[in-house]
Nanobody, 126 residues
Framework: VQLQASGGGSVQAGDSLRLSCAAS????????MGWFRQAPGKEREFVAA????????VYTDSVKGRFTISRDNAKDTVYLQMNSLKPEDTAVYSC????????????????????WGQGTLVTVSS
C-alpha cells in the first residue's frame, strides 16, 4: 500500500490543523492506520492509531483530548485532527499502515507498521 500524507503547515499555538493520509494500491480495510511524528533531534514517537473499522483508537498521552484520529474507508483516507496545538507538537508527521486480520487491533509500536508514507511538516510557533 502506498501512503501520501498532506495538510501540514505553520500555525500559531492554539490553532488547529487536519492532516490527511491517502492510501492506494491495496485494500485499505485490511490495515490498522497510525500517525507518528519526529521532532528535530528526537526519536520518532507514536501519536495515534485507528483500527480497521475506526472503532478502536489509541493516543499517546500528550495529545489526548486535543488530537482525533479518524478514517474514511470509502475514501481510503485516514485523518488526524489536531486542535489546541502547542510548540512541542512541532514535528514531521508520518502515517503508517499495519496489516492485520483483526478488526479492532491498534498498536503504538512502530516496528509493527510495514508501510510508511512520506512526512508532512507541522510547525507551531508560540
Amino acid at each position: 500500500v502506498q501512503l501520501q500524507a498532506s495538510g501540514g503547515g505553520s500555525v500559531q499555538a492554539g490553532d488547529s490543523l487536519r492532516l490527511s493520509c491517502a492510501a492506494s494500491g491495496r485494500n485499505f480495510l485490511g490495515y490498522t492506520m497510525g500517525w507518528f511524528r519526529q521532532a528535530p533531534g528526537k526519536e520518532r514517537e507514536f501519536v495515534a492509531a485507528a483500527s480497521r473499522s475506526g472503532g478502536s483508537t489509541v493516543y499517546t498521552d500528550s495529545v489526548k483530548g486535543r488530537f482525533t484520529i479518524s478514517r474514511d474507508n470509502a475514501k481510503d483516507t485516514v485523518y488526524l485532527q489536531m486542535n489546541s496545538l502547542k510548540p512541542e507538537d512541532t514535528a514531521v508527521y508520518s502515517c503508517a499502515a499495519l496489516a492485520t486480520h483483526s478488526g479492532s487491533y491498534v498498536s503504538h509500536l512502530s516496528y509493527e507498521y510495514a508501510y510508511w508514507g512520506q512526512g508532512t511538516l507541522v510547525t507551531v510557533s508560540s
